[in-house]
């Protein structure tokens, strides 16, 4: 039997993971010694046996094999929240194709000691109109109870299916989950419960607090290190049962984990963006198995991936068809046309329709949302003499005009003034194109004299607690008209909202990616559905150029399973995810020309030895081609079968680690 290695973390010293000891494992405990295990090694110049965890296995020895110590022996029980965290982290190593450090930093989040600051996370987002003290009374309707029983049966059982919770807007969701934490809580066992971006769905954080008390813990970007740090030991500690947080809080150290939920499971916040580029849905399955756990996942717009997998029995599938608060029904949605618009000689970003709409809303005290999925004030800025638009000079993108009188680069941030004349050509005749939410928020003003306006973006919400203070006065009532980005319109409740208009509802469906017919018919339905959810009826407006595109029309009609079927036509047409799998691979680099010799010699090198077995599409630049100088190349490969992909992968990244070459280069995977 061939040696084996053992790369050790010693102590799980979070500070320090990239300090990694290889030990020697002994032919007796070779079957033992797994990834993850917690084991006493030989540590210092004393050899004192401390306790460490086991990272990586290796049969080859990175150092001097006479100077390699034995692992001392396995430590009894030693399956704990950080074993099995770090069994996580390799599987992700392997399966997305990082280093195992990236890996580490991942799910053990770095150690730093504060000051203890308990709960003043959470109460710091429970002042304002929606923290009643009060305890909050879940009632279920018929639907509701169904779901809940046959799930805490099929748990009761040992039954662990994954679950998708497919509901309309307003058809509680939330009030399900609630019940069902509570049957696992009664086990004795803890939940993490994931929302896509803690800061836009502040609502849903104050119902669970009034239901389950200060005894929560959450987790989310706004947070410091120190937050963090504490969050996560008060579940290390015991002293948590329910951790609520962003795509991070799967990583809560939980012993007795049950139960996880991820609602709005089709949100893209839900993909890292760093290395190792997971997906927590993926992810959450994997840690679900692996701790005997049961996984549910909701969403009124399920993602083509999830809802194949319910289709194919995968993934249990459960439904709400009907809206929870007695007298609510979904909102009445008119589509305009905007092409008759501007036949009719109306210019405005507000169609006849809508404004006939607002002003009705108006007159009777009730509120409006306005969703524009674009911040700034302008587009981008052109001269109209040479027709040249003033570019960021570190990025392949326009500046965007924002009222300040200032261009900004939406993607490393370099910002300038607006000039008074063309760097190009020396006209004068420079205008902004396009319209962002700063412009939206003006003409409103201009529109509607005298109505109350808050506007909602990154820009307004820059400053933490920005979110809660926008979104405390308009549930307060102090504003009758909320403008914003798509943050608004995800998650939130205002039963005084009876008007939502979408003013350019296809400016999503122009974005170069295949999903982006299902991304605009999520954030249609999504926006449609923040209308009427009280017991005044609600209107919803979609001002659209091509109202025939079908990604338009389901979404008007709330017609999820015409629009599944019409869009898996076209992935499977296309051979697109989920109809395939694909393998997304791209490499960046200071050195335009050296960027795209790898990226040919990588395409080069998979056809020679898979082929016959895949389909290679590029390399093509990215869709921001330069961003901080960095240049971008994008290499496809496609296929039916996942475990081809992740050979591919590891075939690769074999190679690339033994080219000079790619050490001025960086290359990133990502799964779909």
């Excluded at 500690?237 to 990583?251: P, V």
Aim: aromatic fraction near 8%.
């Amino acid at each position: 039997m061939a040696v084996k290695y053992a790369s050790i973390i010693i102590d799980i010293s979070h500070e320090n993971v990239d300090r990694i000891f290889q030990y020697r494992i002994p032919k007796e405990m070779l079957k033992d010694v797994r990834i993850g295990s917690q084991v006493c090694v030989p540590f210092g110049s004393g050899n004192r046996v401390r306790k460490g965890y086991v990272v990586d296995i290796t049969e080859k020895a990175d150092f001097d094999k006479a100077r390699l110590k034995d692992v001392a022996g396995l430590v009894d029980g030693s399956v704990t929240a950080d074993s099995r965290l770090i069994e996580l982290a390799w599987w992700m190593k392997e399966q997305y194709g990082s280093t195992m450090n990236q890996a580490l930093k991942t799910v053990l989040p770095v150690k730093r000691r504060v000051k203890a600051r308990n709960q003043q996370v959470v109460k710091s987002m429970v002042e304002g109109p929606f923290s009643s003290p009060d305890k909050e009374e879940v009632f279920l309707n018929r639907e509701q109870k169904k779901i809940v029983e046959e799930f805490c049966r099929d748990y009761d059982q040992g039954i662990r299916t994954p679950c998708l919770l497919h509901g309309i807007t307003g058809s509680g969701k939330t009030e399900v989950y609630m019940a069902m934490i509570r049957h696992i809580q009664a086990k004795g066992q803890q939940v993490i419960l994931l929302i896509p971006e803690i800061a836009l769905t502040y609502q849903t954080v104050m119902r669970f607090y009034r239901q389950f008390g200060e005894k929560i813990c959450v987790m989310h970007s706004r947070l410091s290190a120190g937050e963090r740090y504490d969050q996560l030991e008060r579940a290390r500690r015991g002293e948590t049962d329910l951790m609520i947080g962003a795509r991070s809080a799967l990583f809560t150290p939980f012993e007795r984990l049950g139960l996880i939920i991820i609602d709005e499971e089709h949100e893209g916040a839900y993909q890292s963006e760093g290395a190792p580029r997971y997906h927590a849905r993926e992810v959450a399955e994997h840690l679900a198995g692996m701790s005997g756990a049961s996984l549910v996942m909701g969403s009124a717009t399920p993602s083509l991936e999830a809802y194949s997998k319910a289709e194919a029995g995968v993934y249990k599938l459960f439904s709400l068809h009907n809206r929870a608060s007695a007298g609510s029904a979904l909102a009445v949605t008119e589509v305009v046309d905007l092409r008759r618009e501007m036949a009719a000689g109306n210019k405005s970003i507000f169609s006849r329709r809508l404004q006939e709409l607002i002003k009705d809303r108006l007159e009777k005290k009730e509120q409006v949302m306005l969703f524009m999925n674009r911040r700034g004030y302008s587009n981008f800025v052109s001269c109209r003499s040479c027709g040249k638009a003033i570019k960021c000079p570190h990025c392949d993108v326009s500046l965007t005009l924002h009222n300040n009188g200032s261009l900004v680069c939406h993607y490393c941030g370099y910002r300038i003034p607006m000039p008074s004349a063309c760097p190009f050509c020396g006209s004068e005749y420079l205008a902004g194109f396009g319209i962002g939410t700063q412009k939206i928020e003006e003409m409103a003003a201009g529109v509607f004299p005298g109505a109350r306006i808050l506007r909602m973006d990154l820009d307004t919400t820059a400053k933490k607690g920005g979110h809660e203070r926008i979104l405390s006065a308009f549930g307060g009532g102090k504003a009758d008209i909320l403008i914003g980005t798509q943050m608004i319109v995800k998650g939130h409740d205002f039963p005084g909202v009876t008007l939502v208009g979408i003013l350019a509802a296809d400016v999503s469906l122009y974005a170069p990616d295949f999903r982006c017919a299902e991304r605009t018919f999520q954030l249609l339905v999504q926006a449609a559905g923040r209308a009427g959810r009280g017991r005044k009826p609600g209107t919803a407006v979609i001002q659209t150029y091509i109202p025939e595109h079908y990604g338009i029309c389901t979404a008007a009609n709330q017609d999820y399973q015409t629009f599944y079927r019409l869009e898996m036509g076209y992935r499977r047409l296309m051979n697109y995810p989920p109809a395939c799998h694909m393998l997304k691979m791209q490499v960046a680099g200071r050195d335009e020309q050296l960027t795209g010799h790898m990226t040919d010699l990588i395409r080069d090198s998979v056809v020679r030895h898979f082929g016959s077995c895949v389909e290679v599409i590029g390399p093509v630049p990215a869709s921001v081609y330069k961003v901080n100088d960095i240049y971008r190349k994008i290499l496809y490969i496609k296929q039916g079968n996942y475990d081809i992909l992740i050979r591919i992968r590891k075939y690769v990244q074999d190679r690339w680690d033994e080219t000079e070459d790619c050490k001025k280069l960086v290359i990133q995977y990502d799964f779909s």
